[in-house]
């Protein structure tokens, strides 16, 4: 696509997105069976120039990036669940008797690697990959372990990688569901559960429950400030409501997996959701004083954040998110 063509993309996109609300309900019975009460209505942004815009940013942005070097590494989390960590999301990996699920596949030049890494845990087929939400970071592996196994995920990680009811492409989830779904798997019941607009509007939390593991997916950046992709349904404060509630309803002694970062518990997750609501409150203040965005990003922050930093992603992108967030309509 032509750099114009993308731009007219990108402003037919945000003209549509200004048209357009959203409204959630609190996901509460987070992690407990209450939440398939769990309701939502969400008005839908079916632009397949957002899709192709996506696309192409994902596309571009990996371009560069010499996945021959990235090495996979597994990391038990508990009983039967595992944490591979390459280039990418976090992919989760429930192993046993009855084969292989796992949680996000990364990007497709990896696939190879991941699947070796998958032989090297179990032997056994694999039989479902679930998508936490629709960026090329989670889903780029899809077109190739979906061949085999069947790809769940909520209704709009399927819209917002173009696939129209009943069509069949490479990649795209063949199960949908649109508040929370259970799928029951070596010997537990692993819940995949939808979450109000935060990150995107297409992301869901993963608790296998036999095992205690929660799977954030990019609701979760361990350690370091989160993006929140405003132009692919995303909210900030829907992204820190949602945090605030994965923090109360997390079961006890839980392993978090992130969908960036290391293996984390309760205590990181605390930890990400005070800077959240820290570094908001403040750029909250500055807005309702009529700082401009570079007024904001000349203040800064706190040096206490600074490590928070990611190299993807500095302090003053974050306070851009933030601002741009909390301004919208
Ligand atoms: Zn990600
Ligand atoms: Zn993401």
């Given at each position: 696509m032509k750099t114009q063509t993308l731009l007219t993309a990108q402003v037919e996109f945000e003209n549509r997105r200004k048209h357009c609300s959203r409204r959630g309900n609190e996901a509460e019975g987070l992690f407990t069976p209450s939440c398939a009460s769990l309701r939502r209505r969400l008005p839908f942004l079916n632009s397949a120039c957002l899709t192709a815009v996506l696309l192409l940013q994902t596309a571009v942005a990996h371009a560069q990036q010499d996945f021959s070097k990235v090495e996979i590494k597994t990391i038990h989390v508990a009983k039967n669940i595992y944490m591979l960590q390459g280039a990418g999301g976090n992919i989760g990996v429930s192993v046993g008797p009855e084969g292989l699920l796992i949680v996000d596949d990364q990007f497709a030049p990896l696939a190879d690697k991941?699947?070796?890494?998958?032989?090297?845990?179990?032997?056994?087929?694999?039989?479902?990959?679930?998508?936490?939400?629709?960026?090329?970071?989670h889903t780029g592996g899809n077109a190739h372990f979906g061949r085999d196994a069947h790809i769940i995920a909520h209704a709009n990680v399927r819209k917002r990688l173009g696939g129209g009811a009943g069509e069949t492409k490479p990649g795209l989830p063949i199960i949908t569901f649109d508040d929370s779904l259970s799928v029951h798997f070596n010997g537990e019941e692993i819940r995949v559960i939808h979450v109000p607009p935060g990150h995107t509007d297409s992301d869901s939390l993963i608790h296998f429950t036999g095992a205690n593991v929660?799977?954030?997916?990019?609701?979760?950046?361990?350690?370091?400030?989160p993006n929140i992709d405003l132009g692919g349904g995303g909210d900030v404060r829907g992204y820190i409501r949602n945090v605030g509630e994965a923090v109360k309803k997390l079961p006890p002694d839980a392993k978090v997996i992130p969908g960036h970062g290391p293996l984390s518990t309760a205590k990181e997750l605390n930890e990400f959701h005070e800077m959240l609501v820290e570094t908001s409150g403040i750029v909250e203040k500055a807005i309702a004083a009529g700082k401009t965005l570079d007024q904001v990003k000349a203040d800064g922050l706190p040096s206490k954040w600074k490590s928070w930093e990611a190299p993807t992603l500095g302090t003053s992108r974050w306070l851009?998110?933030?601002?741009?967030g909390l301004t919208r309509k």
């Open positions: 991941i699947e070796a890494a998958l032989k090297q845990l179990n032997p056994g087929k694999l039989k479902f990959v679930l998508n936490t939400h629709f960026h090329g970071d929660v799977h954030m997916g990019d609701s979760f950046f361990s350690g370091r400030f851009e998110i933030l601002y741009q």
